[in-house]
């Protein structure tokens, strides 16, 4: 399978721990996207990386959250000291962009977060 | 604030009948317009997109969206449903030249066979 790969698909946590996904691109995409998404809603945008650099952030991403992208190829998102209200599927994303704009995002299945 | 708005939470049809699913944006400029798709269980697809030229745009599945610049629409429609179209669809925009791509609330559709 060559798409956007996300691990682990599932994580239950404790209240007040850190958790980190992981998130590998489709391979020749410089573009990366995070998204959180409740049951209900939308995608909400969360963070984006064009090759390694971070380049826009939500200000729905607290200082609790950090986001990562070091070789320009997988991401990682960690949260610290975790909350109920955490609790969301996490999906990662990745396109081929350029200056004039972004082609489609491709979607990978998510991270189910829960938080106990 | 910019937003992206699908006015039906969830639509119920039966097979063969016709469906057109709404979405509003709110941004002022240029703008690429997307439909997304999420099946029970997998993740969001790519059904069609609008970057420039004929506002009618055609993708998967005999889905078709019609891009409406003065009423800042992009709304979907299928001609005859069928229960294998049974998912949440998800309207999208991005701002030219902007990577934030911001997504609807989503429309839950089920096709009773």
């Known amino acids: 399978d060559t798409g956007v790969s996300q691990d682990p698909r599932h994580k239950i946590t404790k209240r007040g721990q850190n958790v980190t996904f992981r998130c590998d691109p489709i391979?020749?995409?410089?573009?990366l996207y995070w998204y959180r998404q409740t049951l209900g809603q939308g995608p909400e945008f969360l963070t984006y990386?064009?090759?390694?650099?971070?380049?826009?952030k939500s200000r729905l991403l607290s200082d609790r959250f950090s986001a990562e992208r070091p070789k320009g190829s997988f991401s990682t998102l960690e949260i610290q000291r975790t909350e109920q209200g955490d609790s969301a599927m996490y999906l990662c994303?990745?396109?081929?962009?350029?200056?004039?704009?972004?082609?489609?995002?491709?979607f990978g299945q998510g991270t189910r977060l829960t938080v106990v | 604030a910019q937003s992206v708005s699908q006015h039906n939470h969830h639509v119920i049809l039966s097979e063969a009948a016709s469906l057109e699913l709404g979405c509003n944006y709110s941004?002022?400029?240029?703008?690429?317009l997307f439909w997304y798709v999420q099946y029970p269980g997998q993740h969001l697809q790519l059904l069609l997109k609008?970057?420039?030229?004929?506002?009618l745009v055609k993708g998967i599945k005999g889905f078709e969206a019609e891009f409406i610049k003065s009423k800042f629409s992009f709304n979907l429609r299928k001609p005859s449903v069928q229960w294998s179209d049974t998912a949440e669809y998800f309207c999208?925009?991005?701002?030219?030249?902007?990577?934030?791509?911001?997504f609807g609330a989503g429309t839950r559709l089920t096709v009773k066979p």
């Open positions: 994303a990745s396109s081929l962009g350029s200056i004039r704009g972004s082609t489609e995002a491709f």
């Open positions: 391979s020749e995409h410089n573009r």
């Open positions: 990386f064009q090759n390694e650099a971070q380049l826009e």
């Open positions: 941004y002022g400029g240029t703008v690429n």
């Open positions: 609008y970057f420039s030229g004929d506002p």
């Open positions: 999208a925009v991005t701002p030219y030249n902007n990577n934030d791509m911001r």
